[in-house]
Every structure is written in structure tokens, then in C-alpha cells.
């Protein structure tokens, strides 16, 4: 009888760590549906650089804030899938440690391409274009890399369906900022 009552408590704890996940995702979706409408945050650019177009500072200012909500959505995975580990449902190692370094990889590509923005602000022109488009089309690479090996770890369809949809919401502002750059 006690080791039911074992077994019911991980299952518990399983079940409360996927809620958890799910919560945190659609807490980072709400975020990001909050700040959608900040892309026009500037109405009017003053004081710009010679040479930078008023609409360019407010294309620098869409890119900076879609780069955020990169992060933000980032995290948010990050969080599902330690979450998920913690709940016993992600039990490959490998799986897990490749989900987690492609995380850092977006991560550190996130932040190149937001420090590079830092360097030339209100300038969003060709070339930083250039630069912004690498980064981020990397940072889609990466997520190919999660979906074709990283959770492929995850046993759990309740638990995987959570880092699917943080998946899909980080793959979502990638193209965000794609489409932005092609302009």
C-alpha cells in the first residue's frame, strides 16, 4: 500500500510540474500579447542620427522590442523543459543536455544581436539589417536543432505538448523579426 501511495505522489508531482510549465508559457504568451501593440510605442523620432531615416529608428525600435520578446519566450522554454526534467518526464540525459545547450545557443545569439543594436541606436539600415538577419536566422537553425533531437527526450505527451507550444511561441517571434529585417 505504501508504494501506491509513492507512486501517486509523483504522479502528483508530475502533474503539478506540467501545470507549472503551462503557466509559465502562457504567462510569457500574455506578456508578449501585452507588449504587441509597443511596436509603435514611437510615434514621432527626433534628434535622429544624419543619415537615419525616421522610419528606420522605428524599425530599430520594433527590432529591439521583438529581440526582448525573444528573450522572454527564451526563458520561458527554458523554464518548461527544466520543469519538465524535474517532473521525471524528461529522463534521456542526452536529449536533455542538447535541448539545454541549443537553449544557451539561442540565448547568446539573442543577446549578439540586441548588443549590436546597442551600438547604433535609432539606425536600423541595411547593414545592421545584415547582421540582425544572420543572428536571428541562426537562432531558427537552433530551434530546428530542438525540434529534430532535443525533446525528442520527453516522454510525457502532456509535457511535450507544453515545450512544443513555448517551441512554436519563440519560433513565432523569430519570424517576427525575419519579416522585420526584409523590408
Not at 50 to 77: C, F, M, P, S, Y
Not at 129 to 143: F, G, M, R
Request: net charge positive; proline share 2%.
Amino acid at each position: 500500500m505504501k508504494r501506491e501511495e509513492r507512486t501517486m505522489t509523483a504522479k502528483q508531482k508530475a502533474v503539478l510540474a506540467n501545470i507549472g510549465a503551462i503557466v509559465i508559457v502562457l504567462g510569457a504568451m500574455a506578456m508578449a500579447w501585452a507588449l504587441g501593440g509597443c511596436s509603435a510605442r514611437v510615434a514621432h523620432v527626433t534628434n535622429l542620427p544624419a543619415g537615419v531615416t525616421e522610419q528606420q529608428a522605428k524599425d530599430w525600435d520594433a527590432a529591439v522590442r521583438d529581440l526582448h520578446q525573444i528573450a522572454v519566450t527564451t526563458n520561458a522554454l527554458r523554464e518548461a523543459v527544466v520543469a519538465v526534467r524535474t517532473a521525471g518526464s524528461f529522463p534521456d540525459d542526452h536529449a536533455y543536455a542538447v535541448t539545454l545547450e541549443s537553449i544557451a545557443k539561442v540565448d547568446a545569439l539573442q543577446i549578439q544581436a540586441a548588443g549590436f543594436l546597442r551600438q547604433s541606436p535609432n539606425n536600423f539600415g541595411a547593414s545592421q539589417k545584415q547582421v540582425i538577419t544572420a543572428n536571428v536566422s541562426a537562432i531558427a537553425q537552433e530551434l530546428q536543432t530542438l525540434n529534430s533531437t532535443g525533446v525528442t527526450g520527453i516522454k510525457d505527451k502532456a509535457s511535450l505538448s507544453t515545450v512544443n507550444t513555448a517551441l512554436a511561441n519563440l519560433t513565432g517571434w523569430v519570424s517576427v523579426v525575419l519579416n522585420l529585417t526584409s523590408k
